[in-house]
């Protein structure tokens, strides 16, 4: 199986700064697309950046110019640099990661149980 344990988040002032990372761990053979999920509370869950395995980066509209999502495939992990933060920042942040554990399986879905980041104003 496929762990993903995210860590980073926090309290943080309007303005302010945080880095989220992700860690994949456990029996993988291959690891495609990582990336960033949130969800405020009742509201939906919506894309925060992807980073995918050839290179391409995806971010959400509303973080585009602030947020800067990383990945360093030698230790299985994706990083989301959050910067100029706003209140309606303010959610949990899942992290999710296609990964393969046996050469005839295809790429599956993993998130990780996420991470509390609270802006206050």
């Known amino acids: 199986q496929v762990q993903l344990v995210e860590s980073g988040g926090g309290l943080v002032q309007a303005g302010g700064s945080l880095r989220l990372s992700c860690a994949a761990s456990g029996t993988i053979l291959s690891i495609g697309d990582m990336g960033w999920y949130r969800q405020a509370s009742g509201k939906q869950r919506e894309l925060v950046a992807m980073f995918s395995s050839g290179g391409r980066i995806k971010y959400g509209d509303s973080v585009k110019g602030r947020f800067t999502v990383s990945r360093d495939d030698a230790k299985n992990t994706v990083y989301l640099q959050m910067s100029s933060l706003k209140f309606e920042d303010s959610a949990v942040y899942y992290c999710?990661?296609?990964?393969?554990?046996?050469?005839?399986?295809?790429?599956?879905?993993?998130w990780g149980q996420g991470t509390q980041v609270t802006v206050s104003s």
């Open positions: 999710v990661a296609a990964a393969k554990i046996r050469p005839i399986d295809y790429f599956n879905e993993y």
